[in-house]
């Protein structure tokens, strides 16, 4: 069994804002990486924020990573490179917790009969088995954020900007010690993130998004999982994504659908399990 790439898609939240996620795929391997927004000026790691570098450091790591039988034991070796790199190419030290780089992810590992994956925070990956339609990853829920958004006051993200006092709560958020992350702590990292196994055929299909495309189902309720399974196969990733871009326009002030910025980057990578 191998693994095919029937499309992906990568949208930056907007015009001119660096496009944070990263993804890629393997015959064999598959992940979406999901930077999450920095907190403050670049620095630590030079003239490039902490959620690119992260991103592009961990997609660049599972690229060469070797699969093993054990999945775990392959993520676990990709964050001890992550962690390596970060050491090595930092510009000083951290100076808050807040600084430190975090993402979210979800990644893949195709062995015969079996799927491997791993993830961490809200980056989901759906399995298409036919009529068959289950996410690996557990349902996504986004609604935490989007009740400390609401917290927070209507409308905030109408700016597409995050400062004051909405700026000091995601710094408080993002170092609290039980945030769930990638990070370029590898042990850190390895303590949050969850496995699962799942059984896999010939000709099943695998969605890994970036919860800025999930958001369809997960914020926006336009679709159930089996809808947007549907959309995805009838319509392509691109008239998918439109979609998204759509319904967020209809509500820049986010005051429908509170959020923190009016459209967050959002990527998709859409395969096809084939045989040998």
């Known amino acids: 069994m191998h693994l095919e790439t029937l499309q992906s898609i990568s949208l930056n939240g907007s015009p001119g804002r660096p496009n944070d996620d990263r993804y890629g795929a393997t015959s064999h391997l598959a992940w979406v990486i999901d930077g999450a927004t920095d907190m403050g000026a670049p620095g630590l ?22 699969g093993s039988g054990d999945f775990r034991s392959t993520c676990q070796g990709v964050f001890a490179q992550i962690e390596t790199r970060f050491h090595q190419q930092k510009s000083r030290d951290v100076t808050a917790a807040w600084e430190v780089p975090k993402a979210a992810f979800a990644a893949l590992q195709l062995a015969p009969g079996k799927l491997s994956v791993a993830w961490a925070a809200d980056c989901p990956i759906l399995q298409i088995s036919g009529d068959d339609i289950r996410w690996c990853t557990g349902t996504p829920n986004t609604g935490a954020e989007a009740a400390d958004a609401l917290a927070l006051g209507e409308g905030i993200g109408a700016t597409q900007g995050i400062t004051g006092a909405v700026l000091e709560d995601r710094r408080a958020h993002r170092a609290r010690p039980d945030h769930v992350a990638l990070s370029t702590n ?29 958001s369809l189902v997960t914020d926006y309720k336009r679709y159930s999982a089996g809808q947007l399974a549907e959309a995805v ?34 990527t998709a990578l859409w395969l096809r399990v084939a045989a040998g």
């Open 233 to 266: 196969r009838s319509k392509g990733l691109a008239q998918v994504a439109e979609e998204i871009r759509a319904v967020e326009a209809e509500d820049a002030a986010c005051l429908r659908f509170p959020r923190f910025k009016i459209s967050d980057d959002a």
């Open 45 to 66: 790691l030079g003239g490039q924020g902490g959620a690119a570098w992260l991103a592009s450091a961990a997609s660049q790591v599972f690229a060469t990573a070797e």
């Open 186 to 214: 590898g042990q850190a990292s390895a303590n949050v993130t969850s496995y699962a196994d799942h059984p896999v055929s010939e000709g099943d299909e695998l969605l890994l998004m970036s919860d800025g495309f999930a």
